[in-house]
């Protein structure tokens, strides 16, 4: 176990302005490396969770730690290196692509963080390269499938070398091959993953580790493979996985 975990959570609590308590005392360590699914029901606390992890929750009760930096949504310096270090992929790949070509809204991000020259080149290059996307650089985003949108939008996150890549419903909307594509990809980063999702077939392929939140406390903790093999834990989450898709 690395001493410094890249992700630490201590007793995060947090209620909306209107009073809905959606998190009540989270503790969750993730280590530098692992891959972890964030599973759980709508409205469980998932993306509440994570909108923490890079301060666009301030953490009005407990502590965030990314890699041993204190998220403090008031420290403007410091929240700017945290937003960095916490690469976020939404579930519309469009919520993230808005410059002419591929290449550009990857460069976007580097760029601000005062990359220029050969050296912004080089990041955009090996971005795609991750991504097997190399031969887009100057395509509009908007002539790419969805598949090819979203692993652009991966590309945009990893460009910033971020600690932890965080996925929101990475699956959804992709037809099987392209799922498989993104799989790959995922599998072959050498990196910290937290991946939100319904999926359950996914997150048993690319998860080793698996969250369970319910209900704004995290109810379950363990090896992916445990708790998908758990029917009862499953149903009392309201989670299932597809008919016919069965763990050994």
Known sequence: MSST????IENLAFAYPDGNQALYGVNLRIEKGERV????PNGAGKTTLVMHMNGIHPTAHGKVEVAGQLVDAKDKESIKMIRSKVGIVFQDP???????TVGEDIAFGPYNMGKIG???????DEALQLVGMSEFKERPPHHLSFGQRR????????AMKPEILVLDEPSSN???????ELADILRSLDITMVMVTHDLPYAYELCERSVILSGGIIVADGST????????????????LPVGFSIQ
């Open 174 to 180: 992709l037809d099987p091959a392209s799922r498989r």
């Open 118 to 124: 050969a050296e912004l080149d080089a990041i955009v």
């Open 94 to 100: 469009d919520d993230q692509l808005f410059m002419p």
């Open 5 to 8: 975990p890249s992700l630490l």
């Open 225 to 240: 493979h445990e708790i998908l093999t758990d029917s009862a834990l499953l149903a009392a989450n309201r989670l299932e």
């Open 151 to 158: 692993r652009v939008a991966v590309a945009t996150v990893l």
């Open 37 to 40: 699914a964030l599973l759980g």
